[in-house]
């Protein structure tokens, strides 16, 4: 069989062998056939067994949203089921099959292309967004049809490289626990949350790499190389020998970084840079104390439903944070609270179970959910779980230091709630005779161009500044950070997410306040000498940069890199700046070009 060589943007390094297990997360495509009048029963009782496992599914995931006080997703998930059972769904597609001797997917198919038809037909807009609904309860009857998806991790083998189109946060951690050697996908930015999970979970990752569905074959070798961000499907001898090669010579050179691992992360003049891990999955932790992270600058929590779908209640957050906290032994741990939503949990999870965090997201039918209800919006929304999860973290506080981070704060008005909140289950507690962390630091995550311009005013009431580029950059440039086909625009070093950074480390300072930075712009050691210019002093990001990040931070000089960031405020666009940085890397780090 022929080979395939396939160039796409490499996300995560590391080198991995493997075989292809292809996952399809796209919507399913229905078979069209005649049926002959002997087998139309039949075909009935298919369709009938397929909507019974859809009541089923919906009914289990009405039940969960009702247990964790989810009222609109329940409200939701209750429209589904009436769509279900509604006769103009399943007359219309029973009667397909049985005058038009239609198979059942055909039949179905085109009863929801009718009933989608008539809803754009009403002249108000809820109806229009019903057909919606519609759409949904229609792919999961399809799915169930055709016994699409519920199966994707039954016959993962453990050698298996996962090549899909797209996966979603949750796919992506259930495969990863299923040890995934790689991923593959053919869609995603260098910041989408494949991306960062895959970094976290330390799985070698290649986005972007088009065209390689449709020339992989289940059982496949494969090799993937994680930093070129190629992918060699059904590889020579020669080939694989010397991607084996390449492969010792990286873990190498992460071994010798390690080295470092406990000498002071100070620059060449002596200045102190703090080094913490962002963390989304618990086992994270340890990377982060191996690789000497000096605290979780980052703990994004909303990844604790991939790992508990059921999570509620305050007792259960507590116990999740009093683990990391534990664990982290007196070292700092910012928790941030859930930023579910953007280009998070907006599709099913592989095992088939939608976690919470997908139904709420799946609750706000945002076309431009970048723009909607996410993060502390929705938290705010929503101030049950909200004030839950407040009371498992003040709880947790007690074990150790713990501060909170709020995510996309645009508003004042938001800090502001989020710290009466606080002080309202203070109260409680106190009264409840419960012990909790008390004057809990409360920071905000600066995300957006509004909250950079104005970080001056929000750092009066704000104990700390942190500073998420993964998003200030899509915002700032109009560009989506999972598009792949913007991601050409997305540009850390453009001069205007460049100036918002230097806002951001003025407003801290005027107010006597730390600034920290926790987007992927400080896990790349090329922009470390940029960041230390514009005045951070703390950089957080996922373990296995850190080594990394620390031995640029060593080679450099505190004062030459605030010339250098002078300069490149007054550049015109990014690439110039990079041409710069690039030239005195290469004087001052050249041993770090190439990447590990
Ligand atoms: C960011 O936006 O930079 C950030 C750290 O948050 P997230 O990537 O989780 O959106
Ligand atoms: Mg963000």
Redesign the pocket.
Known sequence: MSQGHFKGLGVCSGVAFGQVHLVDRRRVTAPHYHLPPERLDEEVHRFEDAVKASETQLEDLRQRAANSGLGQVYALLEAHAMILKDAAFRDATHDRIVKLGQNAEWALQETIRELKQLFDRLDHDYFRERRGDVDIVGDRLMRNLVGAETDLLSNISSDAVVIAYDLSPADTVALAKYSAKAFVTESGGPTSHTAILARALDVPCVLNAHGVMSMAGFGDEVIVDGLAGEVVLRPSPEQTTRYRNLSRRRKKARAALLADRDLPSKTQDGVDISLLGNIEVTQEMDGVLAAGGQGIGLYRTEFLYVEQPSLQGADQHYDAYARVVERMGGLDVTIRTV?AG?DKFLRRATDGHDTEADLAALAQYDDNPALGLR?IRLSLRDEGPFREQLTGILRAGVHGKVQILL??ITEIEELRRTRALIAEIEQELDAAGRAHLKNIPVGI?V?TPASAIIADLLGREADFLAI?T??LVQYTLATDRANESVAYLYRACHPAVLRLIDQVCRGAQVNGIPARIC?EMAADPFHTPLLIGLGLRSLSMTARSIPVVKRMIRRLDAAECEALAQEALQMSCAQDVETVLTERLQTWAPELFGGV
Do not use: K, S, T, V
């Open positions: 930023d953007g993060a995510p996309l995550m995300e998420g993964n998003d987007g």
